[in-house]
């Protein structure tokens, strides 16, 4: 198996920067609008990672770009996204005004499941890329954009 472990390492450090951040903050807790947008950058290179690998799958498939997504995608989704959800940030200005619904804030354990769902799609989908099957690759890809849609439909307000 090869594959470049930069894009893990980049998005560990990235994670890291922010709970170092959070860390230093112990006393005196980040400001709602600085958790919306790391919250919001968070999310954004998820995107961009996932449009990645969707454009692989539909012009000439490249294992190793859909790898380096993929493994981006699993670093940010174990990376305690939930922390980025702290009271206080439900309404706001990050680098926009945030699109999270109230509900979240509400839904408790569901919210913690959608999460773990996100973390173990995200985390098989790495498994496959690995493998290098390009229909393996697609069918997984679309467990995880379901996965996705499925949170974003309950709790994100429409752009």
């Not at 594959?3 to 400001?31: N, T």
Request: include cysteine.
């Amino acid at each position: 198996m090869t594959f470049s472990i930069r894009p893990l390492v980049a998005g560990a450090v990235a994670l890291g920067i922010a709970a170092a951040s959070l860390g230093a903050h112990a006393q005196q807790a980040p400001k709602p609008e600085q958790l919306i947008k790391w919250r919001q950058s968070a999310y954004q290179v998820i995107a961009w990672n996932s449009g990645r690998i969707k454009s692989s799958l539909e012009s000439g498939y490249n294992k190793d770009e859909v790898l380096k997504a993929a493994t981006t995608i699993a670093a940010i989704a174990n990376g305690g996204l939930g922390a980025l959800f702290a009271p206080g940030t439900e309404t706001g200005k990050g680098w926009h005004d945030t699109t999270a619904k109230a509900e979240i804030w509400a839904a408790g354990s569901k919210v913690g499941e959608r999460a773990a769902d996100l973390a173990r799609e995200s985390n098989e989908l790495v498994k496959v890329a690995s493998a290098g099957d390009a229909a393996a690759v697609k069918e997984q890809y679309g467990k995880l954009t379901r996965t996705c849609k499925a949170c974003h439909d309950d709790y994100k307000a429409k752009d």
